[in-house]
């Protein structure tokens, strides 16, 4: 990308935020607040140091940002269409990767902003609770871990709302479409995992690669999906078909 089209592409990111934190009312910034008591001291009170220490919140924080970014990337073209401004964006100088990216670009940062945030909140809120206990922080490769299949899976899911939200007439119907798209991705691993042959099933647990590898594995999957996704949206963005 040129300077300018990232210039264009933060230029239509601000404007999402600015529209998310005021013109969308109060909900947003009450949601926000929320998000944050709830995963950054309600819960981690409740759960003590296993929130910063166990390996299966790591795993519970790695789907965090994937699900930040499904509450707004349905807003992305439907929201515009809606409001009757996608007529008015489209009408601009702005490049089609710009509008686009912008678009992936607003959720993403939002969800990263929102997720680091009530993490670090958490660590505070952990130790003044067990301070007694001595001081606790995330391990390194867990912090890393976290925010590596957490970033692609927001890209992932933000590509695949931007591709729904073109097609959709209202928000509601993005909205709707997405979930149902997220829920049939989780569940199709599952049922093929269940539809495969018991000795199968047992070879796989007695070979499977460490926690570390299964880790990687994941970000490698996830990377690629993410370039398909994500060059899928750019094939299927055409001002021609949105402003018709």
């Known amino acids: 990308m040129t300077t300018t089209t990232v210039a264009d592409v933060l230029a239509v990111a601000s404007k999402e935020w600015r529209e998310l934190l005021g013109q969308r009312g109060g909900r947003g910034k009450a949601g926000i607040a929320l998000f944050i008591a709830a995963f950054g001291i309600i819960i981690p009170l409740q759960t003590g140091r296993a929130w910063i220490t166990s390996p299966a919140v790591s795993v519970a924080w790695s789907w965090v ?14 929201g515009e269409r809606e409001r ?12 089609d990767n710009a509008i686009l990216f912008g678009k992936i670009t607003a959720a993403f940062g939002y969800a990263g902003a929102m997720t680091i945030t009530s993490q670090l ?35 992932f899911v933000g590509a695949i709302g931007v591709l729904i939200s073109l ?38 647990l007695a070979n499977a690669p460490a926690a570390s590898q299964l880790a990687v594995i994941g970000f490698g999957a996830l990377l690629l999906l993410d ?3 994500v ?10 078909r949105l402003i018709a």
């Not at 060059?231 to 021609?240: D, E, S």
Request: with cysteine; aromatic share 8%.
């Open 227 to 229: 370039i398909g996704a």
């Open 121 to 155: 909140i958490a660590a505070v809120t952990v130790n003044l609770a067990t301070w007694r206990s001595g001081l606790v922080f995330y391990s390194p490769q867990m912090f890393v871990t976290m925010c590596a299949i957490g970033a692609c899976g927001a890209v």
């Open 167 to 204: 097609r959709a007439a209202t928000v509601r119907q993005a909205q709707q479409a997405l979930s149902g798209t997220i829920v049939l991705l989780l569940l199709l691993p599952l049922v093929a995992v269940r539809l495969l042959p018991a000795e199968w099933k047992r070879s796989v």
């Open 65 to 78: 940002p994937m699900f930040l970014v499904s509450t707004i990337i349905a807003d992305a073209f439907a």
């Open 84 to 95: 009757h401004t996608l007529e008015t964006l489209l009408a601009t100088r702005l490049s």
């Open 231 to 240: 060059a899928l949206a750019m094939h299927r963005f055409q001002r021609n």
